[in-house]
């Protein structure tokens, strides 16, 4: 299994009584992207919680790359190259977009903040008329694109992506799925939440559905979209 970047094994984390994440095995192969899909409260964000660090697994392994990730800091995973978007802080509200990303750059597994690879990022998003805005006067479409730049911009070897288009219009959504089209071409391994069929089917080359914190089932687009177990707990929104 040359080819397999992340893989869990039984991984489980319970929050009280509840199983949030019970049980998930899942293998990752490098240039895939994977959509993750289930209804509300069926355990994705745990998912990427346990992965980025954010949250310690009561139990199972995660392997990235060959390395465990269980007890790392998220830092130190994020240093390894498993990146996870993250919502524009504070820290970043006063900063311009051109420089939030020389500190997402300089930052990353490559340490490089060259002003070249920053204007090819720049207007590879679009963004390099904004570039000399401050983040707290973009919309809410621009951030979001701006939070993906911020991931994109430290050289990930796997980016984990939590509902990418929530909340955004049409033409917004298009911008990030031809962003995450390009990424994909260049072999980037994705993991994405994402309620849009239409998204999904765009980029996933495979979909797993939880339900309740466990697998309730993994195939293409098509597959799942036909599957009656999964048609019984998840309305499709497309
Ligand atoms: P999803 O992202 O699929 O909507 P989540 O992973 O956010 O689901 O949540 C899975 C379950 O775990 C839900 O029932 C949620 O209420 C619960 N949960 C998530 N995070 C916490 C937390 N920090 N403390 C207690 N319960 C949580
Ligand atoms: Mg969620």
Redesign the pocket.
């Known amino acids: 299994m040359r080819d397999v970047i992340l893989q869990t094994v039984n991984l489980r984390r319970s929050?009280g009584g509840?199983r949030?994440i019970d049980n998930v095995t899942l293998t990752l192969r490098r240039g895939e992207t994977r959509a993750v899909i289930?209804p509300?409260?069926?355990?994705?964000?745990?998912l990427l919680n346990l992965l980025s660090g954010a949250l310690a697994p009561d139990d199972g392994t995660i392997l990235f790359g060959g390395d465990s990730l269980v007890r790392l800091m998220p830092h130190q995973i994020a240093r390894l190259g498993l990146v996870r978007t993250f919502q524009i802080s504070h820290l970043f509200e006063d900063l311009t977009v051109e420089e939030a990303l020389r500190a997402a750059l300089a930052r990353g597994r490559l340490c490089s903040a060259n002003s070249e690879a920053l204007r090819a990022l720049l207007a590879r998003l679009g963004l390099c008329e904004q570039a000399h805005r401050r983040a707290r006067e973009l919309s809410h479409g621009e951030r979001r694109l701006v939070e993906l730049a911020l991931a994109i911009a430290q050289e990930p070897r796997l980016c984990l992506l939590d509902e990418p288009t929530a909340g955004l219009s049409q033409p917004e959504t298009e911008s990030i799925v031809r962003l995450l089209l390009d990424l994909k071409a260049k072999q980037q391994t994705l993991l994405i939440v994402e309620h849009d069929m239409t998204v999904v089917r765009a980029l996933a080359d495979l979909v797993t559905v939880?339900h309740q914190g466990r697998v309730l089932a993994e195939g293409t687009p098509q597959e799942i979209r036909l599957d009656a177990r999964v048609q019984g707990v998840y309305d499709f929104i497309s």
């Open positions: 929050f509840l949030a289930g509300n409260g069926a355990g994705k964000s745990t939880l």
